[in-house]
């Protein structure tokens, strides 16, 4: 009896499996399909593509296209390709989340650690910067820069996402650094080590996972962040912005081949951090929500 | 002036005042324990003896400096705290060192103390290992290391074995006796267990509410309890507290109770002071060690003043080294500590006897003590 019911167990559980996995495979070639256009397109010759099929695999396959993206493609009035933009994107991105991430383990070590009279309204207040719609901050900021003489720089585009940034940092490192007792300070403060001792020595060694969910996250959203980039970086723009002045030109034949290089090539850098630290960052996210 | 001395003290949260006035003087080489239930503010005068916390009135001063406003660091003062508090991304070398390299010790001098309380803690194997690496008391001895190593004026142990399980707690609670023995350091000990505090210290402050109810010897605080508080939380089984009336029997001053067939019962009383005839036929409180009642051949052959006393067993409760027997008098559970084979059986009268000698007399409405 006993050995009858088992059996059956695993053949229950072997077809839900097949099924599970069916699914799951499905919505992943799904989810890869427009991944696998871009790259398939981005290596045909422009021919093969305005007079072929989009899904089929290329006959000629040719890197000219990701060539000509990264080189010589006409983006505005000049045809330098994606090549400086993509060095604006890199120093902005860097300095911004560098920053970011610093003031927000400072700010969640002082909201935990070295608590004061109304932090947790000042952390309420800080958490708005998650909330309010880029849009809206766009005239002030404009003027804001203006004043500071940051206007159309790459440093002004900086600023702008490193206050932005400063919310999600905060609330990712306050809430990692409320599970972590504060007798560690106690006993740091005893043995005399001072502020910044304390969080060089004691806390940021402990922040591993958090820093890269942290960084993951503000790498992505700066990187990917077109609506800043347009309105305050002047002759210097982002990768994303630039981008779009290759896709959206108006004049000549569309080479899509070339925007899909592209496209890719823009897509690449949170691509790749993503893949290096992105099984810290599930694990990180969780430590962060569950415990704060 | 005393070692550690805390005059007046006071600690308040805006308006609400969570310690008030407390006056303890420590001397060198003391064992102190603060002992209470949680939210008694032992911690938190701990936390400001070791200045984690600030001082809203009185002063705290450490060898005849006062303290109030120098930084912990400067107290010359070592703290082991309840979570052991290491640092989980040092070794258990570095945890120890610490605070020397934060004091600007140079490294063949914190290397030469490590070795020195290594050895003295046999933790030497684990020098090189994470906190994580650890059990339980493994941490507890690298917490203390982390102490001593500073050879500090005062420790402070924050709850430091609660953490434990019950065996290895036993053996820690030697452990550190035998330390505060051999090394003749100050120690300021909080907990709220009231076995550690009657084994380990010199001296008791038992607290409760803010206020310290009684300031002594484990002897006195054991033996003449303050008030109803100090009596009924010191102990285990917990003092009986029989709610009964102050007579005169023949003469002399008895406490008047019921047994379990609501008939009266007088036990003379040893104490026969002037103060405690102002209460003649007003209720009060009869205290009784549950040690204090036992069977006739189990009874201290010292004490003065043997009462018989014959009373329905309700439940008895062998606990291998003695038996636990309860009866109900003036309708109140009492405990008695027999010796293991004392012949008591449940819903069976047996003839206890009582050491009045060990009495203490309580006012039912102040809760403290009359006979004194």
Same mark, same amino acid.
């Given at each position: 009896?006993?050995?009858?019911?088992?059996?059956?167990?695993?053949?229950?559980?072997?077809?839900?499996?097949?099924?599970?996995?069916?699914?799951?495979?499905?919505?992943?070639?799904?989810?890869?399909?427009?991944?696998?256009?871009?790259?398939?397109n981005?290596?045909?010759?422009?021919?093969?593509?305005?007079?072929?099929?989009?899904?089929?695999?290329?006959k000629?396959?040719?890197?000219?296209?990701?060539?000509?993206?990264?080189?010589?493609?006409?983006?505005?009035?000049?045809?330098?390709?994606?090549?400086?933009?993509?060095?604006?994107?890199?120093?902005?991105?860097?300095?911004?989340?560098?920053?970011?991430?610093?003031?927000?383990?400072?700010?969640?070590?002082?909201?935990?650690?070295?608590?004061?009279?109304?932090?947790?309204?000042?952390?309420?207040?800080?958490?708005?910067s998650?909330?309010?719609?880029?849009?809206?901050?766009?005239?002030?900021?404009?003027?804001?820069l203006?004043?500071?003489?940051?206007?159309?720089?790459?440093?002004?585009?900086?600023?702008?996402?490193?206050?932005?940034?400063?919310?999600?940092?905060?609330?990712?490192?306050?809430?990692?650094?409320?599970?972590?007792?504060?007798?560690?300070?106690?006993?740091?403060?005893?043995?005399?080590?001072?502020?910044?001792?304390?969080?060089?020595?004691?806390?940021?060694?402990?922040?591993?996972?958090?820093?890269?969910?942290?960084?993951?996250?503000?790498?992505?959203?700066?990187?990917?962040?077109?609506?800043?980039?347009?309105s305050?970086?002047?002759?210097?723009?982002?990768?994303?912005?630039?981008?779009?002045?290759?896709?959206?030109?108006?004049?000549?034949?569309k080479?899509?081949?070339v925007?899909?290089?592209?496209?890719?090539?823009?897509?690449l850098?949170?691509?790749?951090?993503?893949?290096?630290?992105g099984?810290?960052?599930?694990?990180?996210?969780?430590?962060?929500?569950?415990?704060? | 002036?005393?070692?550690?001395?805390?005059?007046?003290?006071?600690?308040?949260?805006?308006?609400?005042?969570?310690?008030?006035?407390?006056?303890?003087?420590?001397?060198?080489?003391?064992?102190?324990?603060?002992?209470g239930?949680?939210?008694?503010?032992?911690?938190?005068?701990?936390?400001m003896?070791?200045?984690?916390?600030?001082?809203?009135?009185?002063?705290?001063?450490?060898?005849?400096?006062?303290?109030?406003?120098?930084?912990?660091?400067?107290?010359?003062?070592?703290?082991?705290?309840?979570?052991?508090?290491?640092?989980?991304?040092?070794?258990?070398?570095?945890?120890?060192?610490f605070?020397?390299?934060?004091?600007k010790?140079?490294?063949?001098?914190?290397?030469?103390?490590?070795?020195?309380?290594?050895?003295?803690? +046999?933790?030497?194997?684990?020098?090189?290992?994470?906190?994580?690496?650890?059990?339980?008391?493994?941490?507890?001895?690298?917490?203390?290391?982390?102490?001593?190593v500073?050879?500090?004026?005062?420790?402070?142990?924050?709850?430091?074995?609660?953490n434990?399980?019950?065996?290895?707690?036993?053996?820690?609670?030697?452990?550190?006796?035998?330390?505060?023995?051999?090394?003749?350091?100050?120690?300021?000990?909080?907990?709220?267990?009231?076995?550690?505090?009657?084994?380990?210290?010199?001296?008791?402050?038992?607290?409760n509410?803010?206020?310290?109810?009684?300031?002594?010897?484990?002897?006195e605080?054991?033996?003449?309890?303050?008030?109803?508080?100090?009596?009924?939380?010191?102990?285990?089984?917990?003092?009986?507290?029989?709610?009964?009336?102050?007579?005169?029997?023949?003469?002399?001053?008895?406490?008047?109770?019921?047994?379990?067939?609501?008939?009266?019962?007088?036990?003379?009383?040893?104490?026969?002071?002037?103060?405690?005839?102002?209460?003649?036929?007003?209720?009060?409180?009869?205290?009784?060690?549950?040690?204090?009642?036992?069977?006739?051949?189990?009874?201290?052959?010292?004490?003065?003043?043997? +009462?018989p006393?014959?009373?329905?067993?309700?439940?008895?409760?062998?606990?291998?080294?003695?038996?636990?027997?309860?009866?109900?008098?003036?309708?109140k559970?009492?405990?008695?500590?027999?010796?293991?084979?004392?012949?008591?059986?449940?819903?069976?009268?047996?003839?206890?006897?009582?050491?009045?000698?060990?009495?203490?007399?309580?006012?039912?409405?102040?809760?403290?003590?009359?006979?004194?």
């Open positions: 009896m006993a050995v009858a019911t088992q059996d059956t167990a695993v053949r229950t559980g072997r077809i839900t499996r097949t099924f599970i996995y069916v699914v799951l495979i499905f919505f992943a070639c799904f989810y890869l399909l427009p991944f696998f256009i871009m790259m398939v981005s290596v045909k010759p422009l021919p093969e593509i305005t007079g072929g099929n989009m899904m089929a695999l290329p000629e396959p040719t890197i000219a296209p990701w060539l000509s993206a990264w080189s010589t493609a006409q983006i505005g009035v000049e045809a330098t390709g994606l090549k400086p933009y993509f060095l604006n994107s890199i120093l902005m991105v860097v300095p911004a989340v560098a920053i970011s991430t610093v003031l927000g383990a400072l700010n969640g070590y002082i909201l935990t650690k070295w608590r004061f009279r109304g932090d947790t309204i000042l952390f309420g207040l800080m958490l708005f998650c909330f309010i719609p880029f849009q809206i901050v766009l005239i002030p900021m404009a003027r804001i203006g004043i500071l003489g940051l206007a159309s720089t790459i440093p002004g585009l900086i600023l702008v996402h490193v206050v932005y940034g400063i919310g999600f940092a905060t609330l990712y490192f306050r809430n990692y650094y409320a599970a972590v007792p504060t007798e560690l300070v106690r006993s740091a403060q005893i043995d005399g080590a001072g502020f910044f001792q304390i969080f060089w020595r004691i806390m940021l060694p402990l922040s591993g996972p958090i820093t890269i969910v942290c960084i993951i996250w503000q790498f992505t959203n700066i990187w990917n962040d077109f609506l800043f980039g347009a305050f970086a002047g002759s210097n723009p982002p990768m994303t912005v630039a981008l779009n002045n290759l896709v959206q030109s108006s004049t000549g034949v080479e899509y081949n925007h899909f290089a592209g496209a890719i090539l823009a897509a850098p949170t691509l790749l951090v993503y893949i290096v630290a099984r810290y960052f599930v694990r990180g996210l969780m430590a962060g929500s569950v415990k704060g | 002036m005393s070692f550690l001395n805390i005059d007046n003290v006071t600690k308040a949260y805006g308006n609400v005042e969570v310690l008030h006035r407390v006056d303890i003087a420590v001397e060198e080489g003391e064992f102190l324990v603060l002992v239930p949680s939210g008694c503010g032992k911690s938190t005068l701990l936390n003896i070791a200045g984690l916390e600030n001082i809203s009135g009185g002063t705290i001063s450490i060898k005849d400096r006062v303290v109030n406003d120098v930084h912990p660091s400067k107290r010359n003062i070592a703290m082991v705290f309840q979570s052991y508090a290491l640092y989980p991304n040092m070794t258990v070398g570095q945890n120890i060192t605070g020397m390299e934060m004091h010790i140079p490294k063949p001098e914190r290397d030469r103390k490590l070795a020195e309380v290594a050895k003295l803690l +046999q933790i030497e194997q684990l020098l090189a290992r994470k906190p994580g690496q650890l059990s339980g008391g493994q941490r507890q001895r690298v917490a203390m290391g982390r102490a001593l500073r050879d500090p004026d005062v420790f402070l142990f924050d709850e430091p074995l609660s434990l399980d019950a065996k290895l707690r036993v053996d820690m609670r030697t452990e550190i006796k035998k330390l505060h023995q051999n090394l003749g350091t100050t120690i300021v000990y909080v907990t709220h267990d009231q076995i550690e505090a009657l084994t380990l210290s010199t001296r008791i402050a038992v607290m509410k803010g206020y310290v109810q009684q300031l002594g010897t484990p002897k605080i054991y033996d003449n309890p303050a008030n109803m508080f100090v009596a009924s939380f010191m102990g285990s089984p917990s003092m009986n507290l029989l709610p009964s009336k102050l007579v005169d029997h023949n003469g002399a001053l008895a406490a008047e109770l019921s047994d379990s067939n609501g008939a009266a019962v007088r036990l003379p009383l040893s104490q026969q002071g002037a103060s405690l005839r102002a209460h003649l036929n007003k209720n009060v409180i009869l205290g009784i060690r549950p040690e204090a009642i036992t069977d006739a051949e189990g009874a201290d052959k010292r004490a003065q003043n043997l +009462q006393l014959r009373n329905m067993v309700s439940v008895t409760e062998p606990a291998g080294s003695d038996t636990f027997v309860t009866m109900s008098l003036s309708g559970d009492c405990v008695a500590r027999m010796r293991a084979d004392a012949d008591a059986r449940p819903r069976q009268d047996f003839d206890f006897t009582v050491n009045m000698d060990k009495a203490v007399l309580f006012d039912p409405q102040t809760e403290e003590r009359i006979d004194q």
